[in-house]
């Protein structure tokens, strides 16, 4: 990896704090703070990569801290690392978007792989934003055009397939990671929904042994079924009440939507049809087709089921998430 990440380290105990920062000094700047309340300041003074945070601390519990970071800080990336480590805090750890987490007694190895890969994120991310910011610049002078004119006399290869490599290789996944989270930015709601539903519907996929294709492209439409809300505006994304009937019709017409707005990425027929089918309902009541039962595609039966799995238990304008 290319130049050293700032991390900071939060801990209230000494003895962890001074080990992990003798194992992490050869490869990254690391500060280290004994709380929350301090963490949160030294963060809005220093632009830090990662944060390495425990859970029980005095002043501040630690999944309050990471709510605030994600809240404030959302480039940066938070590793919870506790020695009192629970099935319920692990989740909410992942619910409120921590990059990792791991228990103490921590591996030295696995500590020093999990912060360098979180840096190599936090740097893709920022990267990719920077692109993206760069495309919408030269989408909007027309110098984007230029751009794929260029490209297409370089001989890039055309057919969905080949393209879908190109794709592939040039971290597509990281491209597609990115859009979700700016679609993402526009309702505190959907928060790291998209991570949610992958990881779910990883475990279903694998439970029911789909094969690696038909993995992949749930992976692919986990974080890319929604993206047609792009378009909604927030006042309708976020509203506190029902729905009128004009914004329901709007806001169903996001499957349709997305389909259209990835058209360009040329992915595999089988994740437009998942993004297409994802609000179908098995008793025909879904939209946009009204497909029933098993003509709607399996993995977008996934993707359904995991979504309103994910509606229930998070937080929405209208409504208070359920127990798990
Ligand atoms: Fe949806």
């Known amino acids: 990896m290319n130049g050293r990440g700032t991390l900071l380290i939060v ?55 990471l709510k605030q970071i994600r809240e404030e800080y959302d480039g940066v990336e938070v590793i919870i690392v506790t020695g009192y480590g629970t099935l319920s805090t692990a989740q909410q750890s992942l619910r409120f978007g921590a990059y990792d987490y791991l228990t103490k007694p921590f591996n030295v190895s696995e500590i020093i792989e999990v912060t360098q890969s979180a840096v190599r994120k936090k740097r893709l991310q ?5 692109i993206i910011a760069e495309f919408l610049r030269k989408t909007k002078s027309g110098e984007i055009e230029e751009e794929v004119a260029e490209i297409l006399e370089c001989g890039v290869p055309l057919s969905p397939q ?42 279903i996929a694998e439970e029911m042994g789909l094969s690696k294709k038909e993995r992949d492209y749930l992976t692919i439409a ?6 047609g809300k792009v378009g909604i505006n927030n006042s309708t994304l976020n509203k506190a009440g029902e729905l009128s009937e004009h914004e329901w019709a709007e806001m169903r017409e996001h499957p349709c939507r997305g389909v259209e707005l990835v058209k360009p990425l040329c992915l595999p027929q089988e994740v437009l049809s998942i993004i297409l089918h994802h609000h179908e309902s098995y008793d ?7 497909l029933t039962g098993k003509e709607i595609p399996l993995c977008a039966r996934i993707i359904r089921i995991i979504d309103s799995y994910d509606a229930m238990i998070s937080n929405r304008p209208y409504r208070k998430a359920r127990p798990m």
């Open 126 to 130: 920022q990267n990719m934003r920077n």
């Open 284 to 290: 025909g009541k879904g939209y946009p087709h009204g």
């Open 222 to 227: 986990a974080f890319l079924h929604d993206i």
């Open 11 to 65: 801990d209230d105990e000494i003895g962890p704090v001074e080990s992990m920062r003798m194992i992490l000094k050869p490869y990254h700047h690391v500060d280290t703070i004994d709380s929350g309340k301090k963490a949160l300041q030294m963060l809005s003074h220093k632009p830090y990569d990662v944060v390495i945070l425990d859970l029980n601390m005095p002043d501040m519990h630690g999944i309050d801290v």
């Open 162 to 203: 080949d393209a879908f490599a190109f794709y592939r290789d040039f971290s597509l996944m990281d491209f597609i990671k990115v859009l979700s989270r700016i679609l993402e930015e526009k309702s505190p709601s959907m928060h790291y929904h998209s991570v949610r539903v992958d990881r779910f519907s990883r475990v």
